[in-house]
């Protein structure tokens, strides 16, 4: 556990995963004298675009049916019941090669992900050397959701990115 002595106009911010707390403020009412706390999402997740599918209302529906349809089966591969659950937000971007229209690059941009306690297993099996391997639902969602988003193909000759939102509750 860490101290953080309070100072008038600082701003923490953290990783809300981490276990925290705060002391109670006796005192003024008045925001400009007082603590101040801000906690939560800005706006709903949604699917967000960049490059070509910002600004083209065709590039963007295409891109969105494509999304779609591979969701369908992450959708299902995560709800089998063989990926141990998880809570949190993952977000994950999709740049798109402008030549052939394959991904070129697929990755967490934000992640909040922890195992569900009531559903972590433990031990799932024995490595080579008979060591004991731990099952790792936060590794095994991730991966689940990069490699089927990995696959997706849109026409050549597009550009950009998407940013994709995942909630897990």
């Not at 229209?101 to 922890?114: K, N, P, R």
Request: proline share 7%; hydrophobic share 40%.
């Amino acid at each position: 556990m860490r101290y953080i002595p309070p100072t008038f106009g600082r701003c923490i911010a953290f990783d809300p995963r981490i276990p925290h707390g705060v002391t109670p403020v006796f005192g003024a009412n008045d925001p400009r004298h007082c603590r101040v706390v801000i906690h939560g999402w800005f706006a709903q997740p949604e699917t967000t675009f960049f490059g070509d599918f910002e600004d083209d209302p065709e590039a963007k529906a295409e891109v969105l049916a494509v999304l779609n349809e591979s969701l369908e089966p992450l959708i299902e591969a995560l709800g089998t019941g063989e990926i141990g659950r998880v809570c949190g937000y993952l977000a994950v971007k999709i740049d798109f090669d402008e030549k052939n229209g394959s991904v070129s690059q697929c990755s967490a941009v934000c992640d909040t992900l922890v195992a569900d306690p009531e559903d972590y297993r433990g031990v799932v099996g024995q490595d080579m050397e008979g060591r004991d391997v731990f099952e790792d639902p936060v590794s095994d969602v991730k991966l689940t959701v990069e490699e089927n988003l990995g696959s997706i193909q849109i026409s050549e000759g597009l550009s950009g990115s998407i940013v994709v939102p995942f909630v897990f509750t």
